[in-house]
Structures are given as C-alpha cells and as structure tokens.
C-alpha cells in the first residue's frame, strides 16, 4: 500500500501572542489550530498573523469544542501551558493551582484526537516546572504523556544563548511510539554488556540537561521510556545588549525626582558598581528589577551585557527598568514593547496599541530563537526523516485516561 507523506502542520495550544508561530514559520511548519484563551492575545496574534480563521478563543477543558476545530493528522502539538502555579506568583501550588494545572485539559485534546493524535509533541514552561512539589509535577506530567504512547527527552535552553535576556525554560519534546525512526536513540537500545547509546547521548548534551533535570529523568520511570536525538548544547551568539535598548535622547527617561528615587534604592555595592561606570565615562547599559530584600524596596542593576527575565507587568516593581550611564549622566525609564520584542527575538513583530497588552504577551511568550534552535535540531529532523521513510511502526494502544 502506498504510503502518504505527512503534511507539515502543528497545533500550538496556549498560543498567546503566536511567538512559537513566529519561530516555526521560518521552515514550513503550517499552523493549523491555535487555541488560547486571551482574547487580548488574540487580537496580537491576529495583528501579526493575519485573520486567523484557525484561531481558536477557548478554554483548553472545552474538549469537544475543541477537536471540533481541528481537522485532519497534524504532525506537531506545542504546549506553553501556564507557568503561574510553578513559580512564586502562584504561591507554588503546582499542578493544585486552577493555571497550571490546565495540562492535563491538553493531555484530555491529545486523548480526543485519539489516532490522529501529533507525532510529535512539544512542552515548555519555567525551571519551576522542575521543582514544583519537589518533582512531583514534573513527574506526574511526563509520565501522563509518556502514557499516551509517547518517548519523552527533556532539555533547558537558555534565551542567552541567543539573545542578550536571561531566560532559562524547560522544554519536554515527545516522539509517538508509532515513529520508525532510526534517529531517535531510545534508553535500553544498547546491547546489554556495551555502552549505552541513549545515556551516551545524553551525556553529550551536556548543559542542555542540568543536575536536578538528570536526577528527575534518572528516577522517573514511564511507561515508554526516555529518548533522544542527541543534541549538542548551543553555541554561544555574540551580541550586545546596547544594540536592542534605544539609548537616544527621544526615549521617555524619567524626571529628576524619580531618577533620584530609584537611584536612592540603589545597594551600596550596586551604587559602587554605577558610580565606578559614571566615573570611567563612554557609554553602558543596564537593566534594574525593583526587588523587595528584608522589606526594603531596592532596585538592582546589573551590567553583564543580559537582561534580566522578562515578565509580565503585574504592579510596577515586576516591569524591567533600562539604566543608561552616558559620559557620566544616570538615567531610567521603563523598558519599552519594542526592546521586550528584541529580547524575545521577534524585533519586528507587531505591537498592540496599548503598551501594558504588549509587554503582557511578550512577558508570557518564547524566545522565538530558542524555538527556531529546538526546531532545527528536534523537530524538523524528525519530520523529515517520517517523510523520507513513508513508514511509521504498529501502535501499543497504550493509554490513560485523565479525569477532568
């Protein structure tokens, strides 16, 4: 029997703005069912991308709503489900919290596809995820994914590797069972006596998969197993945070009197480390978080050519601050939606007309390189290879059903 190639199409759930679109675009991949539930981020998707007529408003729970919506054998399902409940914004409640715990309504999607679920899978979230009830979330969703037939590898990229932001982020890639590919090196594929090729593998990614990423993995047990491509760890780009912060008189700097404010609530060791800068002339950059330290507000700056992690604005000390040292003048303003949109890798994306709604869905989003890097070195070779092959292996039927 003739075999069809695999049309390159993917789902993106928990869409946002479309920054995952925005990377995957770039080699074919078609989108062909978004789903979110923000109807401001909506509008930012649709402002970048067009109508959209696949743009699905929804809660991810609505299942049958939603499958509803999706037609056909889409390759590639991404996730970028809620980081709220895994970090300090949401008390760490993890998968007990009402935000993050809308994974498993993606897992109920995937379940409902039932045979024309994705062949790949892509999850992302914050370090968090990780050490959320001590591993106990991180565990409890790989193993309900992996009991959807799926081979699991985790890894951790940092967005400054690409550009000049700190961001580290957690990705889960999974390849169905009903993959035949020979690129995919599964755990217990070595001869018993020889090397092991997947932990071969894994041991070349080095920092791709940090200590407390390895114990998770080493102690997890799934009902299909751990796999890999075997990727290598970026290389470092070089940039310069200078080049993405606009530092001309034109730029909204603040007055006198919240200059000296947030000079004032500067540490005697950041203060030492600004007048050192004013004292030596040129130019530098640097970007402030407004933190509270023993119930003190400070404001702590730093100079090592990154930003700090971008965030969404919820109050004001949570909104990125740029400092410019210029010939020894100080001065602060906000960062504004075109430098979160640089930092993010997306530098021409459309903005919304109203700067809180940008910073918001940039704050919320990927860094597109990050993606594009997963992308080439994951997703693609994998896609390429089904279509090469024209064959894929007998299902298990392995599943678990997920309660709402």
């Given at each position: 029997?003739?075999?069809?190639?695999?049309?390159?199409?993917?789902?993106?759930?928990?869409?946002?703005?479309?920054?995952?679109?925005?990377?995957?675009?770039?080699?074919?991949?078609?989108?062909?069912?978004?789903?979110?539930?923000?109807?401001?981020?909506?509008?930012?998707?649709?402002?970048?991308?067009?109508?959209?007529?696949?743009?699905?408003?929804?809660?991810?729970?609505?299942?049958?709503?939603?499958?509803?919506?999706?037609?056909?054998?889409?390759?590639?399902?991404?996730?970028?489900?809620?980081?709220?409940?895994?970090?300090?914004?949401?008390?760490?409640?993890?998968?007990?919290?009402s935000q993050s715990s809308t994974y498993f309504g993606f897992i109920k999607a995937l379940q409902a596809l039932g045979r024309r679920r994705p062949k790949l899978v892509m999850l992302e979230n914050v370090p968090g995820f990780l050490t959320s009830k001590g591993g106990a979330d991180f565990a409890a969703a790989v193993t309900t994914l992996a009991a959807e037939g799926y081979w699991l590898d985790c890894v951790v990229v940092d967005a400054k590797w690409f550009v000049p932001q700190s961001r580290p982020r957690v990705f889960v890639i999974g390849v169905h069972e009903t993959v035949d590919s020979g690129r995919v090196i599964r755990q217990g594929s070595g001869v018993r006596g020889l090397d092991d090729p997947w932990r071969a593998a894994i041991e070349v990614g080095g920092a791709l998969r940090p200590p407390v990423l390895r114990?998770?993995?080493?102690?997890?047990?799934?009902?299909?197993?751990?796999?890999?491509?075997?990727?290598?760890?970026?290389?470092?780009?070089?940039?310069?945070?200078?080049?993405?912060?606009?530092?001309?008189?034109?730029?909204?700097?603040?007055?006198?009197?919240?200059?000296?404010?947030?000079?004032?609530?500067?540490?005697?060791?950041?203060?030492?480390?600004?007048?050192?800068?004013?004292?030596?002339?040129?130019?530098?950059?640097?970007?402030?978080?407004?933190?509270?330290?023993?119930?003190?507000?400070?404001?702590?700056?730093?100079?090592?050519?990154?930003?700090?992690?971008?965030?969404?604005?919820?109050?004001?000390?949570?909104?990125?601050?740029?400092?410019?040292?210029?010939?020894?003048?100080?001065?602060?303003?906000?960062?504004?939606?075109?430098?979160?949109?640089?930092?993010?890798?997306?530098?021409?994306?459309?903005?919304?007309?109203?700067?809180?709604?940008?910073?918001?869905?940039?704050?919320?989003?990927?860094?597109?390189?990050?993606?594009?890097?997963?992308?080439?070195?994951?997703?693609?070779?994998?896609?390429?290879?089904?279509?090469?092959?024209?064959?894929?292996?007998?299902?298990?039927?392995?599943?678990?059903?997920?309660?709402?």
């Amino acid at each position: 029997m003739a075999q069809h190639s695999p049309a390159k199409c993917f789902l993106e759930f928990f869409a946002g703005i479309g920054l995952v679109h925005e990377a995957l675009k770039s080699s074919g991949w078609e989108c062909v069912y978004a789903n979110d539930i923000d109807p401001k981020k909506e509008a930012m998707y649709k402002g970048q991308f067009g109508e959209s007529p696949y743009f699905h408003l929804e809660d991810v729970w609505q299942t049958d709503r939603i499958i509803s919506e999706i037609s056909g054998e889409p390759f590639l399902a991404t996730a970028s489900f809620p980081c709220t409940d895994l970090s300090l914004a949401g008390h760490w409640q993890g998968f007990e919290g009402s935000q993050s715990s809308t994974y498993f309504g993606f897992i109920k999607a995937l379940q409902a596809l039932g045979r024309r679920r994705p062949k790949l899978v892509m999850l992302e979230n914050v370090p968090g995820f990780l050490t959320s009830k001590g591993g106990a979330d991180f565990a409890a969703a790989v193993t309900t994914l992996a009991a959807e037939g799926y081979w699991l590898d985790c890894v951790v990229v940092d967005a400054k590797w690409f550009v000049p932001q700190s961001r580290p982020r957690v990705f889960v890639i999974g390849v169905h069972e009903t993959v035949d590919s020979g690129r995919v090196i599964r755990q217990g594929s070595g001869v018993r006596g020889l090397d092991d090729p997947w932990r071969a593998a894994i041991e070349v990614g080095g920092a791709l998969r940090p200590p407390v990423l390895r114990r998770l993995m080493e102690r997890t047990e799934l009902a299909t197993g751990w796999a890999t491509l075997g990727p290598r760890a970026p290389k470092q780009a070089k940039y310069s945070l200078s080049a993405v912060i606009d530092t001309d008189s034109d730029q909204e700097w603040w007055d006198e009197t919240a200059t000296a404010k947030h000079y004032g609530m500067l540490s005697d060791l950041h203060r030492r480390e600004v007048e050192h800068r004013r004292t030596a002339g040129g130019l530098h950059v640097g970007t402030v978080y407004r933190r509270c330290r023993n119930d003190v507000m400070r404001a702590e700056v730093r100079f090592d050519n990154l930003a700090g992690c971008l965030r969404t604005p919820r109050g004001g000390s949570a909104r990125q601050i740029v400092m410019v040292i210029h010939e020894g003048e100080v001065r602060f303003r906000w960062m504004s939606p075109r430098e979160y949109a640089r930092l993010q890798g997306a530098p021409r994306f459309k903005l919304a007309p109203n700067t809180v709604q940008s910073l918001f869905g940039f704050g919320d989003g990927v860094c597109v390189p990050v993606i594009r890097w997963l992308d080439q070195n994951i997703l693609t070779p994998v896609f390429d290879e089904c279509v090469r092959s024209g064959s894929t292996a007998r299902s298990t039927g392995r599943t678990k059903k997920i309660s709402a």
